[in-house]
């Protein structure tokens, strides 16, 4: 990684193994504009998920030597979710293996880790949840729960997916709709359940923003 961001990284990705062993609010530090601090959920919206998947890396490979083995366990990671995803669309053999590599490499990705953004790179729920939205027309309410608790661990992990992801399950959901294969009511279901998992996986967030801008 290069330029300012890859510094940001390291730095949250010590405070929180910081906050983990010491019992600190990772919401808040003194660290930053001291004697202030930083309200880090009101400046950056607390996208820790993936600073803290990178704990035991830390804890055995120190820093900054965890960061080559935490962004390979990443990629490895987004293939196997996206793996998911092609087998569950029947697609098999190398046309799967092809499909998972150019996912696993593609553009998007690599520029995030090529400017220090590990935290954009991290991309392991998101074919999952697109896996369980697309499988909700087999009648199983377990998949509506998956893509919207799925779908809100991705926006946890980086908020602005959770604005790509929700723009995309609208055309999903219209296709679906006119696919005929279900009625209206039995789709109109399990889209409000996938998204209450989802508003139920967010909602500590959505009241802490509420809260910040009362203050």
Known sequence: GDGIDVFGTFWFYGW???????GANPAFTDWMFHPYGKDIFAH????????????????????????????AAILLSNAWAFRRLMRGQGVDGWACWGATALWMLNPFVVFELLTGRITQAFLVFLPLAIHHFLHMSRGRPRDAVLAGLFTAAQAWTYWFMGLFMATAFAGIALAQWRSGHRTLRFWCSRWALAAAACAALVLPAVWNMAAAVGA
Do not use: R, Y
């Open 16 to 22: 929180v193994s910081h906050c983990l062993e010491t």
């Open 44 to 71: 950056t919206g607390g996208n820790l998920v993936d600073a803290v998947a990178s704990i035991p890396f830390q804890w055995v490979f120190g820093t900054p030597g965890f960061q080559p083995p935490f962004i």
